[in-house]
Nanobody, 124 residues
């Protein structure tokens, strides 16, 4: 059974940085895309970044482009999200997710395996 566990969230000041980790167990990340999705209080879910395995292709939402960087270490079955220049609009629960049925998918709506999330707060 696939399990995803996020870590690395916390409270930072505006302009600060955090690095989120997503460790996947019970499932190999070979040929699987992995995404990060966030949900702010009172708002819907927003897919913010995804990385494929076959060519390391990355995608970013406009809201985080240039500030966040996604990467992966298949040997550790782990995906990372480096978040720099955090802004007051970034606080949310951040989830990692994947589509276990499709190869290298970065379609957020198809991602059926989710972690429980890690909370990110930005405040001075």
């Amino acid at each position: 059974q696939v399990q995803l566990v996020e870590s690395g969230g916390g409270l930072v000041q505006p302009g600060g940085s955090l690095r989120l980790s997503c460790v996947v167990s019970g499932f190999t990340l070979d040929y699987r895309g992995v995404g990060w999705i966030r949900q702010a209080p009172g708002k819907g879910r927003e897919g913010i970044s995804c990385i494929t395995e076959s060519d390391g292709h990355t995608v970013y939402a406009d809201s985080v482009k240039g500030r966040f960087t996604i990467s992966r270490d298949n040997a550790k079955n782990t995906v990372y999200l480096q978040m720099n220049d955090l802004k007051p609009e970034d606080p949310a629960v951040y989830y990692c997710a994947l589509d276990s049925r499709s190869q290298d998918s970065c379609v957020y709506a198809g991602m059926e395996a989710w972690g429980k999330g890690t909370l990110v707060n930005v405040s001075s």
